[in-house]
């Protein structure tokens, strides 16, 4: 079983930025290949953006691509989310997630979840 806990949600107002963090533990961490997500009100919880377990290679959202940074670093066992240039439309709560298998853009393709961060953007 992977373990994760996301922090660093909060208020911010649009063009500002924030950074989330998502710390694992339980079973080895650097294996897993890791996404995070988000969930508006209302709505399906959508893919942001992924890495591979090695952190060579990420994956983005079109809506987030040139905007947000997904990094890892496997020796602190954490994943984290830069968010830049915040819009009003970001604001969701976001979720970190793990995969047993190929990671993708698919809420299906992933294991093990979060209990998520809220993220509020003011325009």
């Known amino acids: 079983q992977v373990q994760l806990v996301e922090s660093g949600g909060g208020l911010v107002q649009a063009g500002g930025s924030l950074r989330l963090s998502c710390a694992a533990s339980?079973?080895?961490?650097?294996?897993?290949?890791l996404g995070w997500f988000r969930q508006a009100p209302g709505k399906e919880r959508d893919f942001v953006a992924a890495?591979?377990?090695?952190?060579?290679?990420?994956y983005y959202a079109d809506s987030v691509k040139g905007r947000f940074t997904i990094s890892r670093d496997n020796a602190k066992n954490t994943v984290y989310l830069q968010m830049d240039s915040l819009k009003p439309e970001d604001t969701a709560v976001y979720y970190c997630?793990?995969?047993?298998?190929?990671?993708?853009?698919?809420?299906?393709?992933?294991?093990?979840w979060g209990q998520g961060t809220q993220v509020t953007v003011s325009s």
């Open positions: 997630a793990a995969t047993k298998g190929g990671y993708g853009s698919n809420v299906r393709d992933y294991d093990y």
């Open positions: 890495i591979s377990s090695s952190g060579s290679s990420t």
């Open positions: 339980g079973r080895t961490f650097r294996l897993y290949p």
